[in-house]
């Protein structure tokens, strides 16, 4: 039986790794489409986790490890390109290995009208569930369209125009599902409860709420949001409950096999964000590299912590951030390939 409609995740996300060169700019292709949001993270090195996207314009960064507002960094994506993206200096280390995540939205995109706070721009690619959203404040409760016809199960806003917090909607975080609690992307801490920031409302398949909280609708503040609608065999956001066993850790189905995995702490503060990725860890071992996109970190590559499998992934080691007591994890994966593909054909393991 057919489990997905996207049969080919890569023509809806992809992750590329590349060796930065001594001549700058370059061209940074092999996404298999092209990307309108652009995480990117020198590996091998201390980096700050940058991000950029179509619908603000090449070169306006926004780095995922501090609270700072937007600013221009001629040097890093300049430019988004076919298959791509142009790197400058400052991401083209040379000799060093950074890692590129790209999802495909629709482009620039255009005003939507569906809330009662216009978007200035709503970036939707309906298929994959992505959306790119950008809008003004008015410091009142309001809705906002995200133009994906489904219901988002994780949503990641920031201020543009001030120093401000990453806020992070988790479907799974809290007791609800959806759930009105954030997370804080670029901190440490647990899951938050702050009625202001979401206005304990669930977002439908058509707007999603903000209330009066400054990190999400300040009057005349300027807001950036990456919205993601799950969808079956692409993109998975959920949660597992730890066992604190260093060789059988718990199993958690997506309905994929992953290429890319984020795991965070929810009940208990104090522990990093922790990523994965297919690149950096091309076949399941007994090391395997990981960041922490709310630190500049270099890779870790000191436990086995995780192994990715045809229909999900398992975690190998105890680790408090991921593993460790008995505690609640939240995660979020997108898909290298589906279990099953509307062709009936399964994935392989690796």
């Not at 083209?92 to 978007?119: E, F, P, Q």
């Not at 260093?246 to 208990?268: E, H, M, N």
Request: glycine share 12%; net charge neutral.
């Amino acid at each position: 039986m057919a489990y997905t409609t996207v049969d080919k995740s890569t023509s809806h996300f992809n992750v590329i790794k590349w060796t930065g060169t001594s001549s700058s700019p370059i061209n940074v292709t092999g996404f298999g489409f092209n990307p309108d949001f652009i995480w990117n993270k020198y590996a091998n090195g201390a980096g700050d986790h940058q991000q950029y996207d179509a619908v603000r314009g090449a070169t306006k960064m926004l780095v995922s490890n501090n609270n700072n507002a937007e600013s221009t960094n001629a040097n890093g994506v300049t430019a988004f390109i076919s298959d791509g993206f142009t790197a400058g200096s400052d991401i083209n280390v040379n000799g060093g290995i950074s890692i590129a995540h790209g999802w495909k939205a629709n482009g620039v995109g255009s005003a939507n009208t569906t809330g009662t706070i216009n978007t200035t721009y709503t970036s939707a690619n309906t298929t994959a569930g992505i959306s790119i959203i950008k809008w003004t404040g008015t410091g009142s409760t309001g809705t906002i369209g995200h133009g994906l016809g489904k219901v988002p199960g994780l949503m990641i806003v920031k201020r543009l125009d001030s120093s401000s917090d990453w806020r992070v909607f988790h479907r799974k975080a809290g007791s609800g599902s959806p759930s009105h609690k954030q997370l804080f992307l670029n901190g440490t801490g647990a899951e938050d409860d702050d009625n202001t920031i979401w206005n304990d409302t669930d977002p439908t398949s058509s707007v999603l709420t903000v209330g009066t909280n400054t990190g999400s609708n300040a009057s005349g503040g300027t807001y950036i949001a990456y919205v993601f609608a799950e969808i079956p065999g692409f993109s998975k956001f959920g949660k597992y409950r730890t066992n604190n066993n260093v060789t059988d850790g718990p199993f958690i189905y997506c309905g994929f096999r992953p290429a890319f995995v984020i795991a965070k702490q929810l009940s208990s503060a104090g522990y990093n964000w922790v990523m994965w990725n297919n690149k950096l860890n091309p076949i399941n071992r007994s090391q395997f590299f990981h960041h922490h996109p709310n630190t500049n970190d270099t890779w870790v590559d000191n436990t086995n912590m995780i192994d990715m499998l045809s229909n999900g992934f398992r975690l190998k080691d105890y680790q408090t951030a991921t593993n460790g007591g008995s505690d609640t994890i939240s995660f979020i994966a997108f898909a290298e390939a589906p279990l099953v593909g509307s062709n009936n054909v399964p994935a392989v393991a690796r």
